[in-house]
């Protein structure tokens, strides 16, 4: 089993100070590696690593994280531009891009749009011997 993600673990990588806490990001970290990671034969340090990235890549994506959404800057004149597509999910930001590399293709390309595949079986039962 992975050690769990401290919050201290996220802030190596991209620390927010408008954000105190980090406990729902790395919640909802959690829920997507346990959804679609674990019993993959990612190693635990795989495991570790993907939540702590994708932590990281929802801490990007809050309102009080603008400063993680840099696509542009120039330092004569001082110039930034921020911005993107928010339809990209974990290709939104370089956290997201490294948690689905971390991940080995295991994370589903747009979550929101799974569909369910059924598949339908023809059996027959045995007949009853007592008839």
């Known amino acids: 089993m ?16 408008a954000i105190s ?11 997507l590696v ?6 993959h034969g990612l190693s635990d340090a795989q495991l570790f690593e993907t939540e702590r990235w ?9 309102p009080l994280a603008d400063e993680a959404r840099l696509t542009a800057e120039r330092t004569g004149e001082s ?9 990209k999910w974990l290709d939104f930001t370089r956290f997201g891009q490294q948690a689905k590399l971390l991940a080995g293709g295991l994370f589903p390309d747009d979550p929101g749009k799974l569909k369910a595949r059924i598949r339908v079986i023809p059996f027959s039962l045995p007949s009853d011997p007592r008839a």
């Not at 806490?21 to 829920?31: K, L, N, S, W």
């Not at 346990?34 to 019993?39: E, F, R």
């Not at 930034?80 to 928010?86: F, I, K, R, V, W």
């Open 54 to 62: 994708l932590s990281a890549h929802f801490v990007a994506m809050s």
């Open 79 to 87: 110039t930034a531009n921020y911005g993107g597509d928010l339809g």
């Open 34 to 39: 346990q959804t679609y990671l674990v019993g």
């Open 2 to 17: 992975a050690l769990p993600v401290t919050e201290q673990a996220v802030r190596d990588i991209l620390d927010v100070v």
């Open 21 to 31: 806490d980090y406990g729902p990001f790395i919640a909802g970290a959690d829920a």
